[in-house]
């Protein structure tokens, strides 16, 4: 069975500034990580994937995370945050036929 | 349409009545699933269908819910009786079997007054 958790609620952060957004996983076996995004109205939309290899995972719009295995964690990343990737965040880990997901972080970005 | 597509996209509904929510996965898709989505929370696992038979319905929460897909593609989630705290946002995906990247629809926005 996989968990991951989002220990936070929401991220403020400035345009321009870059944006980390937290996830940690609790797993039996390999994990299979993932990260959505969610506009408002709209559905959950694929941002990137960890199955195996690299640690850094690039993905779309301009993220990234890093799969750690020693802080069992999976942290989204931008270099550089835009107003327009104000949304709902939620990591995700796969196991028994299912997406598992954390409660989400809401990022407001600042103009 | 090239994605997943559900509807309604919005059902309000008296409580104790009858609703079935639809759910077309992207053409070729062999896996669906269905989630439920609170406010405030992440989605939640429902059920899951590799084909037309119900591979795990696990997440189903009570007999009220039922869900089908008889032919492989289009699936019916369908609850009966409903009450008050099954309003939320219920999102169907599909992926291609063997793989784990599930693609969503926008969601059916259930409330029950």
């Known amino acids: 069975a996989q968990s991951v958790a989002q220990p936070e609620d929401q991220v403020n952060v400035a345009e321009g500034n870059p944006l980390t957004v937290k996830c940690t996983y609790s797993v039996s076996g390999n994990p299979y990580l993932f990260w959505y995004v969610q506009y408002p109205n709209r559905g959950l939309q694929f941002l990137l994937k960890?199955?195996?290899?690299?640690?850094l995972v690039k993905g779309s719009y301009g993220f990234e995370a890093e799969f750690n295995k020693s802080q069992t964690s999976f942290h989204l990343k931008k270099p550089s945050a835009l107003v327009s990737d104000s949304a709902l965040y939620f990591c995700a880990g796969y196991g028994n036929n299912r997406l598992a997901f954390g409660k989400g972080n809401q990022v407001v970005v600042i103009p | 349409g090239a994605g997943v597509s559900q509807t309604p996209s919005n059902k309000v509904t008296e409580k104790g009545k009858y609703v079935e929510l639809r759910c077309d996965p992207i053409s070729g898709h062999t896996a669906l699933y269905w989630y439920r989505q609170s406010l405030g929370q992440g989605p939640e696992f429902l059920i899951y269908?590799?084909?037309?038979?119900?591979?795990?319905d696990s997440g189903l929460p009570n007999d009220r819910f039922f869900a089908v897909r008889p032919e492989g593609s289009v699936s019916t989630l369908k609850i009966q009786r409903t009450e008050r705290g099954d309003s939320a946002v219920y999102l169907c995906?599909?992926?291609?079997?063997?793989?784990?990247?599930?693609?969503f629809g926008q969601g059916t926005r259930l409330t029950v007054v």
């Open positions: 995906a599909s992926s291609l079997k063997g793989t784990t990247e599930a693609f």
């Open positions: 269908f590799q084909g037309t038979g119900a591979a795990d």
């Open positions: 960890y199955i195996t290899g690299d640690n």
